[in-house]
C-alpha cells in the first residue's frame, strides 16, 4: 500500500522520517523521493537488508530491531521526527530464502532468526521447551485451539528424531489439522514460533512506547500488521495509550492519548492483493502525534 503509506506520513520535504522496518527497501525510496534537504533513518536487524541500501547521503542506516529506535535517534541527534513508518512481519525476501526457515512452501532448517545474529533458533525452541510452555506458545501466539496436542506430538516425536527441518515440522502438524484448512494451519504454526524466536511482540511494544517520546506534536504514526496479535496491540495504542485498550479517565471523565487515529482501518485493494498476495492480511493504521 505505498500510496496509502505516503498520504499518512504526510511528508514534508525538509522533514526527518524513520523507516522501522527497511527490508528490501521499497518504502525507504518512495520517502526518499519526497523528500528534499530531510532525512531518513532507516532499521533493520537482518544484515541482508544491507544489501537493498541506496546510495544516498539522505538516509541513515541502522542494523538494529526498532526497539533500540529511540537510544539511536538520540545518537543521530534526531529527536524529534515528523513521522515514523512500521511495515511489520516478514519481508519478502526472508519468506523466499528457504535456507531462512521461514516459509512452509519451502524445506529449510527450522531457523526463523530475523537477525541472524540471534543465539536461539526455531530448532532450538521446539526440542528444548517443556510440553506446557510449547502449548502456551502455539495457543497465544499461534491461535491454535489444539496447541496441546501438537505441543505432545512435538516432545514425542523429539524423544527419537530431534526436528530440524521445516519439512520435518509441516510432516508432524499436518494431521492434526482442520480438513481443507492445512496451510491456513501451518501459517499460524509458524507464526507462533516466529513470533516466539524473535521476541516480536515485546520489540512492538518497546517501539510503540518509544514513538511516544520521539514524534513531535503532529508528527505521524503509519504501521502496517499481517495478524490479528499485532494489529490488537497498534489499534489499542494509538486508541487508549496502553496495550489492554482500557480508557482511563480522570475524576471528570476525561482522558488524553499521545496519538489519535487519522482514519478507519486501511486494507489492500483487489488489484494489490493480485500483484501481491501478501498484502490480503495487511491492516494499516495512520495516528497522528497530540
Known amino acids: 500500500m505505498p500510496e496509502e503509506v505516503l498520504k499518512g506520513l504526510s511528508i514534508e520535504p525538509g522533514g526527518t ?5 527497511f527490508g528490501g527497501g521499497g518504502h525507504a525510496k518512495a520517502i526518499l523521493e519526497h523528500l528534499d534537504r530531510g532525512k531518513l533513518i532507516a532499521f533493520d536487524q537482518d544484515d541482508e537488508a544491507q544489501q537493498n541500501l541506496p546510495d544516498d547521503p539522505r538516509m541513515i542506516f541502522v542494523n538494529h530491531n526498532f526497539r533500540f529506535m529511540k537510544n539511536f535517534l538520540r545518537w543521530h541527534d534526531c529527536i524529534p521526527v515528523d513521522g515514523i513508518l512500521a511495515d511489520l512481519g516478514v519481508s519478502s525476501h526472508q519468506i523466499d530464502a528457504s535456507e531462512r526457515g521461514f516459509s512452509t512452501r519451502f524445506d529449510g532448517p527450522l531457523d526463523m532468526r530475523m537477525n541472524q545474529g540471534a543465539k536461539t533458533t526455531a530448532a532450538e525452541i ?9 502449548a502456551d506458545l502455539f495457543f497465544f501466539y499461534g491461535e491454535l ?4 496436542q501438537i505441543a505432545s506430538a512435538i516432545v514425542k516425536q523429539r524423544a527419537t528424531n530431534t526436528l530440524q527441518t521445516t519439512e520435518q515440522l ?12 492445512e496451510m491456513k494451519f501451518l501459517a499460524q ?9 524473535n521476541g516480536e511482540l515485546e520489540a512492538l511494544k518497546e517501539f510503540l512506547i518509544q514513538c511516544t517520546d520521539v514524534v513531535k506534536p503532529g508528527g505521524r504514526l503509519v504501521v502496517i500488521a499481517y495478524h490479528s496479535l499485532e494489529d490488537r496491540l497498534v489499534k489499542n495504542f494509538i486508541r487508549s495509550g496502553n496495550f489492554e485498550g482500557s480508557i482511563e479517565k480522570d475524576l471528570y471523565g476525561n482522558y488524553s492519548t499521545a496519538f489519535r487515529p487519522m482514519s478507519k482501518v486501511v486494507t489492500a485493494s483487489e488489484k494489490e492483493i493480485k500483484e ?5 492480511s495487511a491492516r494499516l493504521r495512520i495516528a497522528q502525534k497530540n
Open 276 to 280: 501481491n498476495s501478501r498484502a490480503r
Open 170 to 181: 509441516s510432516g508432524l502438524l499436518k494431521p492434526m489439522a482442520p480438513r481443507g484448512k
Open 189 to 197: 504454526a509458524f507464526q507462533a514460533l516466529r513470533i516466539e524466536v
Open 17 to 21: 522520517y524513520v523507516d522501522a522496518t
Open 145 to 148: 485451539r489444539n496447541a496441546r
Open 126 to 134: 521446539l526440542n528444548s521447551y517443556p510440553v506446557e510452555k510449547l
